[in-house]
């Protein structure tokens, strides 16, 4: 018996080892290790250190890598002994012991039941047998095992040896135990040799034979059943037939004749003296009692003869009843198929044929016969298991076994907990052999991989063979191809055996765009491992361009919401997390076209949202100004009632434009809405010189009515008195002239100190709140004339706002400087009023 782990210095080669995060990898794995050293040597599939020499193409000078790798990374196995299980010699040494398991299983019931007539040479084959189930014993302690659960091999003695006491170490070694000297030692009492039966356990090699058989299609299938059901029946009528005769012996002598072979009589011949027939014709008596019983077609030959007989014999025929309906049972299995074993038979001559037909190359044979044998070996994680159990059950079996894979995962870190649990809902385990390319450079990925167990490799395929990243537990791999839309960057590898989580690129993305303001962090957090991993830094560009491009589809989608009055997607959209003050290719935001529509009620739930209400568009539109000219007046109002601005740029052209246009409804609703009528264009004409001399008598009545001066000169010096009298029409000219000796009026009235400069007064927004803390505070301003003073302003402004007038009250600009005289204040200006405490 040789170690599956030993240093062998003519098969592995270097002199150096390579450092890094390798090495501290393997050193963290001393208790799991997924095949021998034989394996590991012999190919480049098989290793993660071979593997990363040979398929990484390290040229010679890198190569000094192998021997010292292997020491430091096993170092905790080479110093050790163990059995591999799929070792040569171990492998010989089973079949060795399975012909003793045979012979156990069929002579301990012999033995309990021939005791006083076996030939002594069957006892003296029958110790060294014991010998020989003492040395398994032993060797059990140093055979690896292949945990069920990772389906990793388990190379910590502790490990092993703790597995093998809680299972069948105990039973094992009684069953090592000499009973017979027992037996004459304690007098002979016959409950001792009761316990010859523990030796039965060792019935579970064989059937450990014939599940190997079973799985082996170079053997027909039928023909392993069958011979497996006949072995079965065969050992039940063998251990009846020995128990039928250790009742008979239990019987004095004297009384043979009340047992069933002591009174049983066959032609002429008598079996009255039974002790002294030959023992193989008294156990072939026995043999038949006990199958025409099974059988329950029996002659009337054989039969009961005291009430130990009776009772067994009941028994016997109740156990009877259960064996051949398995028997039957397996044969209709046999006839109609659909077991597991025979699926996975089924699929493996299948692919078999398939491989041959196509000429496919040995390793590639290989990878899939493993693949396939993995598959039917680990079917707990089958999607078929469960099919049956209701899907939120389903969900909670999930959170419950992959929950801390998907948390733990630094692309989701802070992350919601509802976005976590789309995700593990979905997922799907998977086991990858040592070996096999899960992802290639180039290619279009759809899945995204978590990695539970194993280790794995992620190299670039441009010919250096660079080593990308290490992929070990509660990383992943797939995320930059699949959030960014570009080919693998990198090839993934499996070093050794993994255990993965998958989710298909479909369901990750429809899970995004519910949850998209996780999807920005998502996107956040692959951008910040840039400083820390070399593959995310290449293609920083490509997840800037995207995270870029799906905040202008979040901002696409908002303001959708708001263009077509879906107030509960809107209600939806920001309360997951989406930006209202976002605005589109046109600098417009959800705000402006909500009230360019009239959605009332959209209007209102954005600004209680708190978003910008004087924010401009590209065009230099604010929301107010969409719905003046779209001619919503109850959002208009809305809006100004908000503190809503116009801000157009350039107003007197603007007003001109207007005017020139004949748009009535629309001059009247602007200059209700604060714009003055007085704001000149390029020529210093105000809307009045164009409502003048185009003729426009309705137009000049409105803007007189809002204010408008008839003493305004252009850049040549002409009034819009002038203009009119140019243009010749008479209502005009009178509308004008009462217009102007309504004014002079005014200004007599008024302050000779009052200089023309000075005839139009000014308005003011005033607010109740510090303009630094709009947000905080906002509450709805007034619009007032400014007064002569700022302390009239300041009293008015109190009594307005209904605001107590303290000391020290002042009146702020919107940069929070204090302003002192009214001359400092522009028409349409924005104030805030605050007391001597703020």
Not at 685 to 706: D, F, N, V
Request: aromatic share 10%.
């Amino acid at each position: 018996m040789t170690s599956s782990f030993r240093r062998d210095d003519d098969s592995i080669n270097g002199e150096e080892g390579r450092s890094g995060s390798i090495n501290s990898i393997i050193d963290e794995r001393e208790e799991y290790e997924v095949q021998d050293l034989r394996e590991r040597i012999n190919s480049s599939r098989g290793s993660r250190l071979t593997l990363i020499e040979n398929e990484l193409g390290l040229n010679p000078t890198r190569r000094k890598f192998s021997r010292q790798t292997v020491i430091e990374g096993f170092k905790g196995f080479s110093q050790r002994f163990y059995i591999h299980p799929d070792n040569s010699w171990y492998k010989a040494w089973e079949k060795f012991i399975l012909i003793w398991a045979i012979y156990s299983s069929f002579f301990t019931p012999m033995e309990f039941g021939f005791f006083r007539g076996l030939p002594k040479n069957l006892f003296v084959l029958d110790i060294v047998g014991q010998m020989a189930f003492l040395i398994d014993i032993i060797l059990q302690f140093f055979v690896p095992y292949r945990d069920s659960h990772s389906y990793k091999m388990v190379y910590n003695h502790n490990l092993i040896a703790l597995r093998y006491l809680k299972a069948h170490f105990f039973t094992d070694l009684l069953g090592c135990m000499p009973w017979d000297v027992i037996y004459k030692a304690v007098g002979r009492k016959e409950e001792v040799r009761y316990l010859l039966w523990i030796r039965l356990t060792r019935v579970r090699k064989v059937t450990g034979f014939f599940q190997v058989m079973e799985r082996d299609i170079r053997i027909n299938y039928l023909f392993t059943r069958i011979v497996k059901l006949i072995a079965v029946e065969l050992y039940c009528t063998h251990t009846a037939a020995c128990i039928f005769y250790y009742l008979a012996t239990t019987i004095p002598e004297e009384k043979e004749g009340y047992t069933w072979i002591g009174s049983l009589k066959l032609g002429d011949y008598s079996y009255s003296h039974f002790r002294e027939i030959d023992i193989w014709k008294r156990y072939t008596t026995s043999l038949y009692f006990a199958i025409v019983t099974m059988a329950t077609v029996g002659y009337g030959d054989i039969h009961a003869v005291n009430l130990r007989e009776m009772i067994f014999i009941m028994i016997y025929v109740s156990f009877d009843m259960i064996l051949g309906a398995y028997l039957i049972g397996n044969m209709t299995a046999l006839m109609v198929k659909g077991s597991k074993t025979e699926r996975y038979r089924d699929k493996m001559t299948d692919l078999i044929k398939y491989m041959n037909r196509n000429k496919l190359g040995r390793d590639l044979r290989s990878q899939i016969k493993g693949h396939l044998r993995l598959q039917y070996e680990s079917s707990y994680t089958d999607a078929a298991v469960l099919q049956d159990i209701p899907i939120s059950i389903r969900a909670k079996i999930s959170q419950t076994l992959y929950m801390s894979y998907v948390t733990n995962a630094p692309l989701f870190k802070d992350c919601s907990s509802e976005f976590i649990n789309q995700i593990v809902t979905r997922v799907h385990e998977e086991f990858f052999l040592p070996g096999e390319v899960i992802m290639e450079q180039g290619n279009v990925v759809d899945q995204l991989y978590f990695v539970c167990h194993g280790l794995l490799v992620g190299i670039a395929a441009d010919g250096s063979e660079e080593i990308k990243s290490l992929l070990e537990p509660n990383s992943l791999f797939g995320e930059i191809s699949i959030l960014c839309n570009i080919p693998q960057p990198y090839t993934v590898r499996v070093c050794e055996l993994c255990r993965l989580l998958r989710i298909d690129k479909q369901s990750f993305s429809n899970i995004l765009e519910i949850y998209f303001h996780d999807g920005r962090r998502v996107l956040n957090n692959l951008l910040e491992e840039k400083e820390s991993n070399i593959r995310v830094k290449q293609v920083e560009s490509d997840i800037t361009f995207h995270i870029g491009k799906q905040e202008a589809e979040l901002a696409l989608r908002v303001n959708s919401a708001a263009y077509y009055g879906d107030l509960y997607q809107l209600k939806t959209l920001i309360r997951s997390g989406a930006d209202p003050n976002k605005k589109d290719y046109d600098g417009r935001s959800a705000l402006h076209l909500s009230a360019s529509k009239g959605y009332e009620d959209i209007t209102h739930f954005l600004v209680q949202e708190g978003v910008d209400i004087n924010a401009q568009d590209n065009f230099g539109n604010t929301p107010l100004h969409e719905a003046i000219k779209s001619g919503h007046d109850r959002v208009a109002a809305l809006l100004a009632k908000e503190g809503a601005l116009l801000k157009i740029n350039n107003a007197g052209t603007f007003l001109c434009s207007i005017v020139s246009r004949g748009d009535s409804d629309f001059l009247r609703r602007v200059l209700s809405n604060g714009l003055d009528p007085n704001s000149k264009d390029y020529d210093h004409r105000t809307p009045l010189h164009i409502s003048a001399s185009q003729g426009l008598y309705l137009m000049a009545k409105l803007l007189l009515e809002a204010g408008a001066s008839v003493f305004s000169k252009d850049r040549w010096g002409n009034t819009p008195m002038d203009e009119g009298i140019t243009c010749g029409n008479k209502n005009m000219i009178k509308l004008l002239e009462e217009a102007k000796i309504a004014q002079l009026s005014e200004l007599q009235d008024s302050s000779q100190e009052i200089t023309t400069d000075k005839i139009h007064r000014k308005k003011c927004t005033v607010f109740p709140f510090h303009p630094w803390n709009q947000k905080e505070g906002r509450r709805n301003g007034v619009v007032m004339w400014v007064p002569h003073t700022i302390e009239e302003l300041i009293k008015s402004a109190s009594d307005q706002l209904e605001t107590p007038e303290e000391d020290g009250s002042c009146v702020l600009s919107e940069d929070g400087g204090k302003i002192i005289e009214v001359d400092m204040i522009t028409d349409g200006q924005k104030l805030y009023l605050i007391s001597g405490k703020d």
